[in-house]
């Protein structure tokens, strides 16, 4: 599998142990990317919490599925794991859970709902580049974690994002979609 191969790229997954990370323009275009692999689009609904930068709820639009919002933790400004399950509908295709300002999401119980319905877990993580749940990397826990590393985030080069896969095969077809379709590892180009 291709990887990449930028100095930054290499040591964001080394060092904090991220699961096959991909280099993006934006935060917002690795939300749309992740949503897309997952197979997110029309007709489908994701379960979000409304504290958070248009672009979580915009990246849902952008698949044609519908946002749906779910109450937040008072304490921690995060996605209330409680107000999840009867939100859930026939449609509900994923839970998009957005650390709020660097405090990550209560994953375990995340998890534990997307598992029983059979849902997809996508990490807004745009305030959490660094940060752990549990002793694990965020960026190695969920089925897709996504990065910004926009101006006025915890950890920046300016602009830019990263979309990390944690199944391989989705990693390959993240690498794969990310610029145009072409298989950077087997093109000439």
């Not at 599925?65 to 209330?80: E, H, L, M, R, S």
């Not at 926009?150 to 610029?179: M, N, S, Y």
Request: proline fraction near 5%.
């Amino acid at each position: 599998m291709h990887t990449l191969k930028p100095l930054f790229a290499f040591h964001f997954a080394t060092s904090i142990g991220l699961q096959h990370p991909a280099a993006l323009n934006s935060g917002t275009s690795a939300l749309h990317l992740a949503l897309e692999v997952a197979g997110v689009g029309p007709g489908d609904e994701v379960i979000l919490a409304p504290q958070t930068f248009i672009a979580s709820a915009l990246a849902v639009v952008q698949v044609g599925a519908t946002p749906v919002f779910a109450d937040i933790q008072y304490q921690t400004g995060n996605i209330d794991p409680s107000d999840i399950e009867h939100r859930i509908t026939a449609r509900t295709k994923a839970i998009m859970a957005v650390h709020w300002g660097g405090y990550p999401c209560d994953l375990a119980e995340i998890q534990v709902i997307a598992q029983r319905h059979g849902l997809v877990v996508v990490e807004d993580a745009a305030h959490s580049s660094v940060a752990t749940y549990r002793g694990q990397a965020i960026g190695s826990i969920s089925d897709y974690t996504c990065f910004s590393f926009q101006a006025i985030k915890h950890l920046t080069t300016g602009d830019g994002g990263a979309l990390c896969a944690r199944d391989p095969e989705r990693a390959r077809e993240v690498f794969r979609r990310r610029w145009f379709g072409i298989d950077r590892a087997s093109s000439p180009v």
